[in-house]
């Protein structure tokens, strides 16, 4: 049974460019959250979505940042005109439910940004 | 912002037990106390959490004050493996039981 995946692990952007990180849910996950660690940070909530719904996105900031998980295929988290303050560790979980003690992480998607 | 606070860093010997601390100044009452490690390179993984009560699992304990304002994390017998950053958060049972909030943890160094 797979983990969640993430890809690309490492993403290399340059300033104005946009960037696009993918996730994929474990086998049975409907519930997709990302979470952003900058470097020697914690880690911070962003959003949390559902299939095709975006239940709380309180922790992402309001402009050039946006997410989705359609029906079908991966969740995108996406970032348009990219600064180098964006440059972090993007985190990934999903669970069978709501609730943390079901939330598995993917490896991180590592946004390096020029 | 985090809520927690915790050593930035400490050592313990293989095979001896790792006692990790954090201080929840200003948890409410249904507000859970849970640990995440991780490991290098790697996403967070959960290790145990618990409300009121001391709770073991085939990880670690998590021991909680009785006023609740600080907990420690055991594991038993530490090994190399278990060098990583620990983090100690606070989440609520309502609405919103879904978002962890870490500081920015502690590093254990686990020495042969």
């Known amino acids: 049974n797979a983990g969640v995946m993430q890809n690309p692990r490492h993403l290399v952007r340059r300033r104005g460019q946009e960037a696009r990180l993918r996730c994929s849910p474990m086998k049975g996950h409907s519930h997709v959250y990302w979470y952003r660690q900058l470097p020697e940070e914690g880690l911070k909530f962003m959003v949390y979505?559902?299939?095709?719904?975006?239940?709380?996105e309180s922790g992402m900031p309001k402009e050039r940042f946006s997410a989705e998980f359609p029906k079908e295929g991966p969740s995108i988290l996406r970032i348009q005109q990219v600064v180098r303050g964006d440059s972090a560790a993007y985190f990934c979980a999903s669970s069978p439910g709501q609730g943390i003690q079901g939330q598995f992480f993917g490896p991180g998607t590592r946004l390096t940004v020029l | 912002d985090a809520k927690t606070t915790q050593p930035p860093s400490m050592d313990c010997a293989e095979g001896r037990a790792a006692n990790l601390p954090c201080n929840h100044s200003t948890i409410s009452g249904n507000e859970y106390v849970y640990w995440y490690r991780q490991i290098h390179s790697q996403g967070p993984q959960y290790i145990i959490h618990?409300?009121?009560n001391n709770e073991t699992n085939e990880m670690a304990s998590l021991i909680i004050t009785e006023d609740r304002k600080s907990s420690t994390l055991i594991l038993p017998h530490a090994t190399l493996r278990d060098t990583a950053v620990y983090y100690c958060?606070?989440?609520?049972?309502?609405?919103?039981?879904?978002?962890?909030?870490f500081g920015k943890g502690t590093l254990l160094t686990v020495n042969p």
């Open positions: 979505l559902q299939k095709e719904n975006i239940i709380d």
């Open positions: 958060g606070e989440i609520g049972s309502g609405g919103s039981n879904y978002k962890l909030t």
């Open positions: 618990g409300l009121k």
